[in-house]
């Protein structure tokens, strides 16, 4: 089998566009259209619902998908010991969340971009549920999770640092009775709400830290977020700190089951 299919394979499940898929992997559309009947033909089965909304997987292309990520990887082994494993370059797929994706890895993954040219990061960001699923299903190569006590089944699940977590508020802003938090999900803010043990304070979920920091500085109420997401308000004095609360474990989440390609391993000692 031609491994540029199961590549292609790879990418349009990632982007769920074959407009996209084409742009990165630099081919015309009708070449990804063209790859995709063919892998189909080979497998005898469909492997994506063709939608107004895009390119979605079939059961039939999530196995394939699985699938695909272990003979690449194997694929890789090979090249590896015939090139001695000089050769570090390819694509690494990393999930984390937010905060650290917008503040602790920029800078590292552009140093290891510098050091290896040849490697391509895409990275995303995800909750702990999303990477565990995402490395499980090999969708992601490497995922990060801030989650205390992390129960990973399967996968291994190393600590690799910690994450300061604040409670601040504007300086103008008193009352207790009103949160702007991430989205459920999230493992420090789901922490702090259990600890409000009873009491029934408003509260406002959002998907992003922008958005939950613009309201929380505009005076509205008070939010829980990494040190490292609040350190510019809080040295400009547009936020305070109203407290400090227990520190996140970062966990570096990789799947053993897997043979890490030689990107992959040097990204993960990079990130670290």
């Known amino acids: 089998m031609d491994t540029r299919l199961l590549r292609t394979l790879l ?40 939608l107004p909304q895009g390119a979605r997987l079939t059961e039939a292309g999530r196995k394939a998908v699985e699938n695909a990520r272990d003979v690449l990887s194997a ?15 390819g694509d690494v797929r ?7 994706c917008a503040y602790r890895l920029p800078q590292r993954i552009a140093d290891a971009a510098l050091r290896w040219p040849g490697i391509t990061v895409h990275l995303s960001p995800a909750g702990t549920k999303e990477v565990l699923l995402g490395v499980r299903r090999g969708t ?10 992390l129960v990973a089944p399967g996968l291994s699940a190393h600590p690799v640092g910690v994450e300061p977590i604040e409670l601040v508020a504007a300086p103008g ?41 613009s309201c929380v500085v505009a005076g509205l109420g008070w939010t829980v977020l990494p040190r490292v997401a609040v350190a510019e308000q809080l040295e400009s004095g547009a936020l305070r700190r109203l407290g400090e ?23 993960a000692e990079a990130v670290l």
């Open 75 to 89: 694929e890789q082994r090979l090249l590896d010991a015939v090139r001695g494993s000089t050769e570090v370059e």
């Open 173 to 213: 802003a008193v009352a207790e009775d009103r949160y702007f938090l991430l989205e459920e999900g999230c493992s420090y803010t789901d922490r702090f709400v259990r600890e409000l043990r009873g009491r029934r304070p408003q509260i406002t979920r959002f998907g992003s830290i922008e958005a939950v920091r």
């Open 140 to 149: 992601l190569d490497l995922g990060l999770a801030l989650d205390d006590g």
């Open 11 to 50: 990418v349009l499940a990632r982007t769920g566009s074959f407009t996209a898929t084409a742009a990165e992997l630099h081919l015309v559309q009708s070449s990804v259209t063209s790859q995709v009947k063919v892998l189909e033909r080979h497998l005898g089965a469909r492997l994506f619902d063709r």
């Open 94 to 100: 990393i999930g984390a969340p937010e905060s650290v």
């Open 245 to 267: 609360l227990p520190d996140s474990t970062l966990y570096l989440v990789t799947d053993p089951r897997r043979t890490l390609p030689a990107a992959v391993r040097a990204v």
